[in-house]
Structures are given as structure tokens and as C-alpha cells.
């Protein structure tokens, strides 16, 4: 926490453990269009169980659909988006984090030597 860029450097510390232990592997997931490809409903329920805090922030930020504005020549649209999360989203990373939780630890029960590190959309096993 309060490292600049800490996520390159757990991976990096990843990296070297992996080397160290050659019979192990770092697999690092970097989900293509990661936020925008989250489901808020499904993250929030997660959230609800697993994080709180995080659930009542998430009513409070995504309580009314996200509001885009397109400006094309024929002018300026309103585009409401009831889905994902923006890039610069303060709540993004742990949204994203919470929505992939379960799927993270279902694999763990069937592979428990597995350890799993995330931080916003990447994803290292």
C-alpha cells in the first residue's frame, strides 16, 4: 500500500519466488475490457456477503445507471450504461476483484496448493 506501482512489483516478487521454486508457475489474467465487462448486480450480491462496506458504497455509486454523453454531428446524446464500471472509477478494482472472487476461490477448493493475487484487473494464480 502507498507503493508506486506495487502491483508491478508484487509481480515481479511473484516472478522471482517462481524462479526460486522452478516445479511452480505464476499465471498472471489480464481480462480484456475488464470493467466495462463486469456485472454490477452480480458483484454487488458477492459484495453483500463478502465485503459490506463495499456493497453499501456500490448502492450509494451505482444506485442509478451510469450516464454517458456521445457527441456526434447530429449533437450530443445521452448514453446510460447499466453495466461495468469506468477506468478511473474509485471503486472499480474492488468491484472488479469482488465479481471474480467466487470463481477465484471454487478454483481453489479443487486445487488448494493454489494461491491467487489481485489488484484491479489483474489477476495473478
Known sequence: ?????????????????????PHKVVIALDVKAAFPSISRNAAHAIALHKAPCLATAM?????????????????TESIHTF???????????????????HTLEQHQAIHPNIAHFSHHDDTYI
Do not use: M
Open 59 to 75: 448502492e450509494h455509486w451505482y444506485g442509478e445507471p451510469g450516464r454517458k454523453v456521445y457527441r456526434g454531428p447530429a449533437g
Open 83 to 101: 453495466t461495468g464500471v469506468d477506468q478511473r472509477d474509485p471503486l472499480a478494482g474492488a468491484t472488479f476483484r469482488v465479481g471474480q472472487i
Open 1 to 21: 500500500v502507498g507503493v508506486p506501482d506495487g502491483p508491478t512489483q508484487a509481480y515481479h516478487t511473484l516472478e522471482a519466488a517462481a524462479r526460486s521454486n
